[in-house]
């Protein structure tokens, strides 16, 4: 049954270039189709996270990552009578402006563009579907409505203070109340983001050998997990065990966030998606026990993991790769493939350049990046790719 503050697509404030409606779908599940469709998405199947590329095909991609966090953002909106679709465009989208290398490759972005408006992940998404991606006859970008840009803006809360220049723009041209909250929808899909990757990057790290179960099992919720599998399952095997118990901590952090986030909107009530905009804080959030217990798991990951010594090393690696790449292909736009010389010839200054080098930088799969230094730059900053990976 729809709530009353679901975003109703019937009353979707539209498109930028209007479009005749589907008789078969619904404007967001049109959003979500074109969002799986576009180059940019499958991109996402060779840029990875924390690990990169050549360290072996088992560890999660943007790709893989996208997809578990639909599937869990689609299961909070659906207990919480929201509409699904719209949560599911949010969330397939909400990668699509990362880096290679992930998070090290956007810092390293970052620095070298900060002269430039700036680079941030989220803001590149929306560049991207409503600039970068030129594949329809009538419009640049994926043409999609209102609410999946105002989600995609602020999935992650109300943005003040100085923007990036691509989210300015964007905003300029699309007015997306960016002092408001989002959707519950666009919320859903924020907080099965952190979902995923509380989950993920405990089962990537214990395979990668960062840690082990019994240092995991520690932890809080982790460790009852742990010990309410050896009780049902004794003598579980290994692999079967971890898996197991991470499905239960998986499980718990979905379970409390369906039911915190129900408390909160029977307590403040919306008549509809307009008011739960102004409420001035989000509903779609973890419970204050829950919160707190996952702080000390992020904090256990930062220390074990983001900041392993194999993972800084590989961060030292993307700074040199990106940093390489950036000044050659500013210097000498020739380099860019052909189909970006017409957007080359137009730039009306270096900034202008130097934003379409981001874009380009950006679009890169840890594989191409590392195979363009080869070939622009050489010597030694990127590791050998294995053979058949």
Request: contains cysteine; charged residues 25%; glycine residues 8%.
């Amino acid at each position: 049954m729809r709530a009353p503050y679901a975003t109703d697509p019937r009353r979707s404030r539209g498109r930028a270039v209007t479009e005749e409606e589907s008789a078969f779908r619904s404007a967001f599940q049109r959003d979500r189709d074109r969002i799986i469709h576009s180059s940019a998405f499958r991109r996402l199947k060779h840029k990875t996270q924390v690990f990169v590329a050549h360290e072996g095909d088992y560890y999660r991609t943007r790709l893989t990552h996208s997809i578990e966090v639909a599937q869990v953002a689609r299961t909070i909106s659906g207990a919480l009578g929201l509409d699904t679709d719209l949560t599911e465009a949010v969330a397939l989208a909400h990668d699509l402006g990362h880096t290679p290398f992930g998070h090290a490759g956007e810092d390293a972005l970052s620095a070298l563009m900060a002269p430039y408006g700036g680079f941030d992940h989220n803001a590149q998404a929306l560049r991207i579907v409503t600039l970068l991606e030129r594949h329809y006859a009538e419009f640049d970008g994926l043409n999609l409505t209102w609410e999946t840009l105002e989600g995609l803006a602020k999935h992650n809360g109300p943005v003040t203070g100085a923007l990036p220049l691509a989210l300015a723009e964007c905003d300029a041209a699309h007015a997306l109340e960016l002092a408001t909250h989002s959707g519950a929808e666009a919320q859903a899909a924020a907080i099965a983001d952190d979902i995923a990757y509380n989950n993920h990057d405990l089962h990537d790290g214990l395979r990668a050998g960062l840690f082990t179960d019994d240092e995991v099992a520690g932890l809080p919720i982790v460790g009852a997990c742990y010990a309410e599998v050896d009780r049902r399952h004794p003598g579980l095997d290994p692999k079967r065990r971890r898996f197991e118990a991470l499905r239960h901590v998986f499980g718990r952090m979905v379970g409390d966030v369906i039911a915190e986030s129900r408390a909160r909107l029977d307590a403040a009530a919306p008549a509809d998606v307009a008011a739960l905009r102004h409420l001035g804080a989000p509903v779609i959030r973890f419970s204050p026990a829950m919160w707190s217990d996952l702080q000390q798991i992020r904090a256990f990951l930062f220390e074990r993991m983001y900041r392993a010594p194999q993972v800084n090393e590989m961060r030292r690696m993307v700074v040199r790769v990106i940093g390489g790449l950036f000044p050659v292909y500013l210097d000498a736009p020739e380099h860019l493939p052909d189909e970006w010389r017409a957007d080359v010839a137009q730039a009306p200054d270096r900034a202008a350049l130097a934003r379409l080098v981001g874009d380009y930088i950006a679009g890169m799969t840890d594989r191409f990046a590392l195979e363009s230094h080869a070939r622009l730059v050489g010597g030694a900053a990127a590791p050998e790719l294995p053979k058949g990976v």
